[in-house]
């Protein structure tokens, strides 16, 4: 059975992974990486903060400065794929 710290750790890394993993897809122009990601993070955040965000890009595809929205509790993200994700709520 697995310890709270090697859960942890295992995340960590499986995050850190995704990070470099898209970084390095992006320096050589594959960004179909970037949409496997947001529909990652879509389904992290809703299982993490309870969220219902759906990926904006799948119903309007290249949103204007819009990645993931939840209409109930009035969020919307950009997320951007850099070796540093960051995500911003309006």
């Known amino acids: 059975m697995l310890t709270r710290q090697e859960y942890q750790q ?5 995050l850190a992974w995704l990070s470099k993993e898209v970084e390095l897809s992006n320096k050589i ?13 879509r389904d992290l955040l809703n299982l993490a903060l309870g ?4 990926n ?3 119903q309007e595809p290249n949103a204007a400065a ?12 950009m997320l951007y794929f850099s070796s540093i994700y960051r995500y911003k709520s309006y």
């Open 66 to 77: 819009i990645d993931l929205g939840d209409e109930k509790y009035k969020n919307i993200l």
């Open 10 to 14: 295992s995340i960590i890394s499986s």
């Open 29 to 41: 122009n594959f960004t179909d990486v970037n949409v496997y990601s947001e529909n990652f993070y």
């Open 51 to 54: 969220y219902q965000l759906t």
């Open 56 to 58: 904006i890009n799948i």
